[in-house]
């Protein structure tokens, strides 16, 4: 009787097993799967009227899911829910927010390199005498037989477009490439790790640092600075919703960094149509946490590679930052070369261009919006054209604007996504990691034995190979 009932279970398991790996994916969507559940039980159970509306659980799971996809939609007014429901979109549409989700990437593959270091340090004590030719082959040694005196003839046959890392000469006298330390480490500190993992290691490092930064303070002064002129300038729009005017600014500015567009106001940002600097702080923000990221992420390397002093105890750093703008795939999938960041530049611009432009051309002479100055016209369309393709705010009614713009927003929102996957994919690169046997100077240049094998002091190098973007797209 029991082998009838576990058989079952045991192949019920191995369909689970199979169905939901256990890799990143499938925690990228157990993530936000049991997130959304729990919030939405949360949400729904914490109604309090008659001081808020109650909230049947559709409604709650509707407003959770779209708050932590970022999607913006909402089947209830946010200004009828109560503040605890409030911080619960607020802190859904933090943890939803991509440049968060893309930190936990670049842990994860810091961690890994961390793991790998392990196993490393693990090896690297099991060498007893290193000067002993048999050991030294067997342990240092390279695993595909190559042997240290054909090292210089088997590097110049790779059949490959390989090339070490811009201003990493100095790392290393007389390899190429990124070479990292051999068996003279034996713990795993912080600072072998450094050492050990050279300055991709230390490129992660950084950007684990620079990224969380990154999204917190853009969030942060958002929040202050759009919180601070509504709490000063015009605080009558949200008593008017029974909202609190730094609540209102803080929220607003959470939900245009992560391109949300949920707004506490019931008439959403159409009550900032004449003020300049919601409207372009709330533009700016738009484009720092969405498109407009990629740009500013390297924007800001850049600067501090510029601005680094020319001083010795500023080396590493500096190379570190080096190595991110020369190979900035390789750490971040949300860091591109230089020139395909000019394209994604020049698409954002071009499309925006479009969008604003054809505002003003098609809305001329419409009497919804007649009532509103020249320069207010161009501002509120310039908004229009950050926020309507992934912003989700709006500063004109939609239903005030004429069928052709609405027909546009609609194309425009549809290629919303394409500059930055288009200059994503046509950055790849394909990575190669060789075991190539180098002899340390020292035992090259006193050997004269055309190559043998008696130090068997050998580096692992890694070797990257940059693909052209056509390879590249069929890679991604």
């Known amino acids: 009787m029991i082998p009838l009932i576990v058989r079952p279970v045991q192949k019920l398991g191995r369909f689970l097993v199979w169905l939901f790996p256990l890799n990143f994916i499938t925690l990228h969507y157990a993530y936000y799967f049991f997130t ?4 939405s039980v949360i949400l729904w159970g914490s109604s309090t009227p008659p001081r808020s509306v109650h909230v049947p659980y ?8 779209s708050a932590m996809t970022l999607s913006g939609l909402n089947t209830v007014n946010l200004s009828d829910l ?23 990437v670049v842990l994860i593959r810091k961690t890994a390199f961390e793991s790998r270091f392990k196993s490393i340090v693990s090896e690297n004590k099991r060498i007893i005498i290193p000067s002993d030719a048999k050991e030294a082959e067997d342990v240092s040694g390279p695993k595909d037989g190559c042997r240290s005196g054909e090292s210089t003839a088997y590097s110049s046959n790779l059949d490959l477009m390989l090339k070490s890392p811009k201003g990493l000469s100095t790392l290393s006298e ?13 713990g795993l500190t912080a600072e072998d790790r450094r050492k050990l993992g050279g300055v991709e290691y230390r490129a992660l490092s950084l950007l684990s640092v620079l990224v ?3 999204c917190f303070s853009f969030q942060f002064l958002g929040a202050i600075g759009l919180g601070a002129w509504i709490s000063n300038r015009q605080p009558e729009v949200a008593r008017a919703n029974s909202m609190k005017p730094w609540w209102v600014g803080i929220f607003n500015s959470i939900s245009a960094f992560n391109n949300n567009g949920m707004s506490l106001l019931d008439d959403n940002v159409t009550v900032f149509q004449s003020s300049p600097y919601v409207l372009l702080t709330m533009g700016f923000l738009i484009l720092a946490g969405h498109t407009c990221y990629p740009v500013f992420l390297r924007f800001i390397i850049w600067t501090w590679n510029k601005m680094l002093p020319n001083q010795q105890k500023w080396h590493d750093l500096r190379v570190t930052l ?22 994604l530049v020049g698409s954002l611009v071009f499309v925006n261009g479009i969008d604003w432009s054809m505002f003003e051309i098609l809305n001329i002479g419409n009497k919804n919006i007649g009532h509103l100055s020249t320069p207010t016209k161009v501002l509120d369309g310039l908004f229009q054209a950050f926020a309507v393709r992934s912003g989700g705010f709006y500063v004109v009614p939609m239903a005030d604007l004429r069928l052709s713009m609405l027909v546009l927003y609609v194309l425009m929102m549809y290629l919303s996504v394409y500059p930055v996957v288009i200059t994503m994919r046509n950055s790849n690169v394909s990575v ?4 190539l046997p180098v002899v340390s100077p020292s035992s090259s240049a006193g050997s004269g034995r055309g190559g043998g094998r008696g130090d068997g002091n050998f580096k692992r190098i890694v070797l990257f190979a940059d693909l052209e973007s056509t390879s590249s797209m069929q890679r991604y």
Not at 36 to 39: D, K, R, S
Not at 96 to 104: E, R, Y
Not at 325 to 341: E, G, I, N, S, V
Request: proline content about 5%; charged content about 10%; hydrophobic content about 50%.
């Open 58 to 65: 559709t409604d709650a799971l509707f407003l959770c899911v």
């Open 432 to 435: 190669r990691y060789v075991n």
């Open 174 to 186: 007389g390899v190429q490439g990124l070479v990292g330390r051999n068996s003279a480490f034996y």
């Open 212 to 214: 969380p930064l990154y």
């Open 82 to 104: 109560n503040t605890f429901q409030q911080v619960i979109l607020f802190l859904l549409t933090i943890l939803g927010s991509p440049v968060l989700v893309s930190a936990v």
């Open 36 to 39: 959304v559940l729990l919030a």
């Open 322 to 343: 080096q190595f991110l703008l020369d190979h900035p795939r390789r750490c971040y999938t949300h860091l591109f070369p230089a020139k395909h960041t000019w394209f």
